[in-house]
């Protein structure tokens, strides 16, 4: 299996910047597909984006597609999200998830997730 811990979040102002990082250990992280998903309070998680296993192929939500771009480095076994052009709707706890089978956009199909880092975007 693989574990990822996620980190970058914060506190930022909105039209600011910030990226996110998602730290893989365990097994050849090259192997999986990585989606970014957020959950705000008393919403669902939702899905960000997402970037295939050799990161040749990314997809994005509506909501931040020409605001973030994600982008993975599978020697140091790690996928970034840039996050620019904040708002506070972007407000939530980020996750990054894997799995070595789905490249979709439905949570519940990725196997591995990360605890998750706490994104604030003020006005």
């Known amino acids: 299996q693989v574990q990822l811990v996620e980190s970058g979040g914060g506190l930022v102002q909105a039209g600011g910047s910030l990226r996110l990082s998602c730290a893989a250990s365990?097994?050849?992280?090259?192997?999986?597909?990585v989606g970014w998903f957020r959950q705000a309070p008393g919403k669902e998680r939702e899905f960000v984006a997402r970037?295939?296993?050799?990161?040749?192929?990314?997809r994005y939500a509506d909501s931040v597609k020409g605001r973030f771009i994600v982008s993975r480095d599978n020697a140091k076994n790690t996928v970034f999200l840039q996050m620019s052009s904040l708002k506070p709707e972007d407000t939530a706890v980020y996750y990054c998830?894997?799995?070595?089978?789905?490249?979709?956009?439905?949570?519940?199909?990725?196997?591995?997730w990360g605890q998750g880092t706490q994104v604030t975007v003020s006005s």
């Open positions: 998830a894997a799995d070595t089978t789905y490249s979709g956009s439905y949570s519940g199909n990725y196997k591995y």
């Open positions: 970037i295939s296993w050799s990161g040749g192929s990314t």
């Open positions: 365990g097994r050849t992280f090259s192997n999986y597909v």
